[in-house]
């Protein structure tokens, strides 16, 4: 075995930043393209290339095939590692934050952990100098490739520092030099999720201090964070993309504007529920002809009763975020089921009901239910060849099964 040429990821990704570096991943780009498949295709990449030169080449190839849904045409010429593709938010959603965050000027923003630079380059496209900070070397050299790489380096300047340190020292609404700052904390440690904020890095005594400290900012938090960690005066906003939570956003008071925020993103319309302050549970009520399930931004942010008032709509239960009217909505804040039967959740009448009604597949939804829905889809497999949607929830409390959706003819 010939040796290995980079003694590390760091050495590996200046290689690939040359010339030499360049042509080989282009050309692992067209293997891939061709739909080689991963053996033959290595081999003949180490045949052009060499054999040390042709897994880093590969590797950054499919990274980049693999961001191409979703960083479009700039994919191509990013410079990406696996551990940075998995943390890199969506640049849809970084050039909306860094819009609202430059609010038309100018200035110098500080990105506080810039990983491989999503942020920094929706920020300098924006219009801003950056100063793009990170305490990892690979992710700066990432960070200084990609902004080279889309023509974007003389709006920003890649330095080595400590986010913590650099919050620490932030005074007179500014940090690292900068009159704004963006924070997106490592949310994951050793492949894991790191529930605790204290556990992020930088950890929530940071981003309470930024937030604190620097009234132009924005950070990006875990969409499951505790409404109650949010300060006053700041706006919370959940950010959900074709009906799942992308991104939730802590804004400090320099561009708060309101108490939550639910966003909603479908086929490239925005659309926006605002609360100034807590507006209070939904009233419940018995179920009704049809059940609505909202959209996770507007559960998230707490305002389903703004939902509900809009539809007038009711809680199935205190507990359940699952809502009931007397007729159908089009409202993009919710997927409506016409409801055709309620009964107490018990799997043998279920499965009567449903061959009764001759359905023989469906799907299952749940919400305050142990049952796991793939498995209750095949439990209740039958020979009918009608559809159904089987919602497993409580109502007033009692596991309760709602059968919606029948449509026995297909
Ligand atoms: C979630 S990533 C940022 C992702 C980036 N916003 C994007 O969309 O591509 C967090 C980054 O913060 C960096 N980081 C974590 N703790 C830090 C600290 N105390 N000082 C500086 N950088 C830090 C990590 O190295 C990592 O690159």
């Not at 506080?112 to 100063?131: K, M, N, P, W």
């Not at 009711?314 to 409801?339: E, G, K, N």
Request: glycine share 10%; net charge neutral.
């Amino acid at each position: 075995m010939p040796p290995e040429p980079f003694s590390d990821a760091l050495a590996q990704l200046r290689w690939l930043r040359t010339a030499e570096g360049t042509a080989a991943a282009a050309r692992a780009g067209a293997l891939l393209a061709e739909g080689a498949d991963l053996l033959p295709g290595l081999a003949r990449l180490r045949a052009e290339v060499g054999p040390g030169h042709a897994g880093p080449a590969w590797e950054l190839a499919r990274l980049r095939a693999r961001a191409r849904p979703v960083f479009g045409a700039d994919a191509d010429r990013l410079f990406l590692t696996a551990d940075s593709l998995e943390q890199a938010g969506r640049p849809a959603l970084a050039a909306r934050r860094a819009a609202r965050l430059l609010a038309g000027s100018t200035g110098s923003v500080a990105d506080l952990g810039c990983a491989a630079g999503t942020d920094t380059i929706a920020l300098a496209r924006g219009g801003a100098h950056v100063t793009a900070v990170d305490r990892d070397p690979v992710a700066r050299e990432l960070t200084a490739a990609n902004v080279a790489a889309l023509g974007l380096a003389d709006r920003v300047r890649v330095v080595d520092g400590d986010a913590v340190e650099l919050v620490a020292a932030a005074a007179g609404g500014t940090v690292a030099g900068c009159a704004a700052a963006t924070l997106d904390p490592a949310r994951r440690a050793g492949g894991r999720r790191q529930l605790d904020p204290d556990r992020w890095s930088p950890p929530w005594s940071t981003v309470a201090t930024l937030l604190e400290r620097v009234p132009t900012t924005v950070v990006k938090v875990a969409p499951g964070l505790d409404h109650d960690r949010v300060p006053a005066g700041i706006e919370a906003e959940w950010v959900s993309v074709g009906g799942s939570i992308v991104e939730a956003l802590l804004w400090g008071r320099g561009r708060a504007e309101t108490w939550r925020r639910a966003t909603l993103v479908r086929d490239g319309e925005v659309r926006e529920l605002t609360a100034g302050a807590d507006p209070g549970p939904a009233p419940v009520g018995p179920v009704r002809a049809w059940l609505h399930e909202p959209d996770p931004a507007a559960i998230r942010s707490g305002l389903v009763s703004l939902v509900a008032a809009d539809l007038g709509a009711t809680l199935v239960d205190p507990t359940i975020a699952y809502l009931t009217s007397d007729s159908a909505s089009d409202s993009p804040w919710v997927s409506s089921y016409r409801v055709d039967e309620v009964l107490p959740f018990n799997l043998k009448k279920l499965k009567a009901l449903l061959r009764v009604r001759g359905v023989g597949r469906v799907t299952v939804k749940k919400r305050g239910s142990a049952i796991e829905p793939e498995t209750l889809a095949r439990q209740l497999r039958g020979p009918g060849g009608g559809t159904a949607t089987v919602v497993v929830t409580r109502v007033a409390g009692a596991p309760t099964a709602l059968v919606c959706g029948v449509d026995s003819s297909a």
